[in-house]
């Protein structure tokens, strides 16, 4: 158990990656007060052995029901999710492990996405080295659609945000980085009837989009959260199958 509490609240949302050589962070949501009180984002180090060395507080009022994002970057760890304000204004924070001490979190990108609810719509990060990309979605100036930022130092500064969906986005963003500097996002975009589309593009490291590729069409609630990874100078994407409960894969071709 990556966690203290042991009562039956919210624990979740989690993400995960190595931040040592014999260890790993775990980042997720801890809601101990109940759905109507503020939810805390935390960090749990497990070591390789699978004892729990250490559990702090990272943001103590973040979005409730968003999926949380965790990576590492050579100068220390980066966490993107979603954050909260007592306005209810819920855009992307992120908060940088440098130094040995937690930079203070900063606001990614000032889109003032005002809604008294959780959209369940998280970020998702990628890092090489000192490359990060950042996807989310926001509706903003109701106006729903699906971004990009990129940073070349770590995450210590980002370029403005490219919009990355041309149609009715519904986010649920995946992104991954190639070896080439070019960041590949993939979201899901209003299709036919009460369907949805999957979709995916690639991002050069300037910010210039490429085509918009459809991968696979069907139920919002079927395909769920795909998600991208890379491997070697490969893209795969992972999905649901409406139909069955099977996950799907499929290779990018560039």
Not at 57 to 76: E, F, H, R, W, Y
Not at 237 to 249: C, D, L
């Amino acid at each position: 158990m990556a966690h203290k509490d042991k009562s039956p609240v919210q624990h979740a949302l989690a993400s995960m990656t190595a931040s040592g050589d014999d260890e790993a962070s775990v980042v997720w949501l801890d809601a101990l007060k109940g759905e109507d009180a503020p939810s805390a984002l935390k960090r749990t180090v497990v070591s390789s052995s699978g004892a729990v060395l250490k559990e702090e507080t990272l943001d103590s009022d973040v979005c409730t029901c968003c999926p949380t994002s965790i990576v590492k970057t050579a100068k220390g760890l980066l966490v993107a999710y979603r954050d909260h304000s007592p306005q209810d204004i819920r855009d992307i924070g992120i908060i940088r492990f440098e130094n040995g001490r937690w930079q203070p979190s900063r606001i990614l990108n000032d889109d003032k996405w005002e809604i008294n609810a959780c959209p369940v719509n998280g970020a998702a990060a990628a890092a090489k080295n000192n490359r990060v990309a950042i996807a989310w979605y926001t509706e903003a100036q109701d106006s729903p659609r699906t971004q990009l930022a990129l940073s070349s130092d770590g995450g210590a500064t980002f370029s403005k945000p490219v919009r990355i969906s041309t149609g009715n986005s519904f986010g649920h963003t995946s992104v991954a980085l190639d070896d080439n500097g070019s960041a590949i996002v993939s979201w899901l975009d209003e299709g036919s009837g009460d369907g949805v589309r999957l979709l995916a593009r690639q991002v050069t490291s300037v910010g210039v989009a490429g085509p918009v590729v459809e991968v696979a069409q069907g139920g919002q609630r079927g395909i769920g959260y795909p998600r991208l990874l890379q491997v070697g100078d490969e893209t795969w994407i992972a999905w649901g199958n409406s139909g069955n409960t099977k996950i799907q894969t499929a290779r990018l071709l560039k």
